[in-house]
């Protein structure tokens, strides 16, 4: 069933979450105890982006139809779906970071000027889908796969609204929403800056092990563009491979979540 097993233990987590998500959707009416739960769960489905961006470099299961379900309760924590990694990360950020003209991620202006953190989420967050559909055009079948459920997923949201709207708000469209935003602002810092034509000294990496833990390694960003199709709990061991070729202004190792 899983590739590998140490995806065992994050997809649980997560997917016991969407359990709760929804016993909490079907039996809480109160307001203040939706927009609570709504608050504490905030971070912790944030960085579940993390986890659906390994889960697009390296699929969890072997079965298709396996993968495409965990990415439905995927998108309803993080409001990413199917493919859109794929296509926008994968396809296109990967190829592009190092030109800022055509990066999907990119921090830079058209006029070469560096854009501010916050314009920068709100670009990325506003423009994912958009970009995405556009890597599409070359990568038919993904782009198809892209709409199609992504549309059953936004349908399904949907119904889950209308059935139940202030605790389909508050505990799936919010989340997706607020997700996207922290996602595009925690990737600021990846590269933001770092105007170079070496990959080796195009990211900035986290090692700490608070961020690496919660995030899958995702602190170790320089060998994930070294090699991206690395499973993440193997990360830490390529960095060691080329360690020596990363300027060491470019590694962190304070303890932080984020920035």
């Known amino acids: 069933m ?12 997560i997917l016991s979450l969407s359990v709760l998500d929804f016993y909490v959707y079907f039996t809480q009416e ?3 105890v939706l927009i609570a739960y709504w608050g504490v769960f905030l971070i912790p489905k944030a960085n579940i982006c993390a986890w659906n961006h390994h889960h697009q470099h390296n699929f ?11 990415e439905f309760f995927y998108a309803l924590h993080t409001g990413a779906v199917t ?6 990360h ?6 592009n970071f190092l030109d800022q003209k055509i990066d999907e991620s990119r921090w830079k202006y058209a006029n070469g000027k560096k854009i501010g953190e916050l314009a920068y989420t709100f670009i990325i967050a506003a423009t994912g889908y958009s970009r995405a559909f556009q890597v599409g055009a070359k990568h ?17 949201v949907g119904a889950l609204v209308i059935y139940n709207p202030v605790a389909g708000l508050i505990l799936f469209v919010l989340p997706m929403i607020c997700s996207l935003l922290f996602t595009a602002w925690t990737t ?22 608070l961020y690496n833990m919660v ?34 202004h470019l590694i962190n190792n304070k303890v932080t979540l984020t920035h």
């Open 188 to 209: 600021y810092d990846h590269h933001a800056g770092l105007d170079s034509d070496n990959q080796f000294e195009a990211s900035f990496n986290k090692l700490n092990w």
């Open 30 to 32: 109160s307001i203040l």
């Open 140 to 156: 038919k079948t993904l782009k198809r796969r892209f709409v199609i459920f992504g549309g059953l997923t936004f349908l399904i």
């Open 215 to 248: 995030t899958g390694n995702l602190g170790y960003h320089t060998a994930h563009h070294y090699k991206p199709g690395t499973h993440w709990s193997k990360l830490p061991e390529l960095h060691e491979t080329i360690k020596d070729k990363i300027p060491a």
């Open 60 to 70: 969890v299961f072997r079965q298709k139809w396996l993968n495409r379900t965990l």
């Open 90 to 95: 994968n396809l296109g950020h990967h190829r």
């Open 83 to 88: 493919n859109i990694w794929v296509l926008h």
């Open 2 to 13: 899983f590739r590998n097993s140490k995806d065992r233990i994050p997809v649980l987590i």
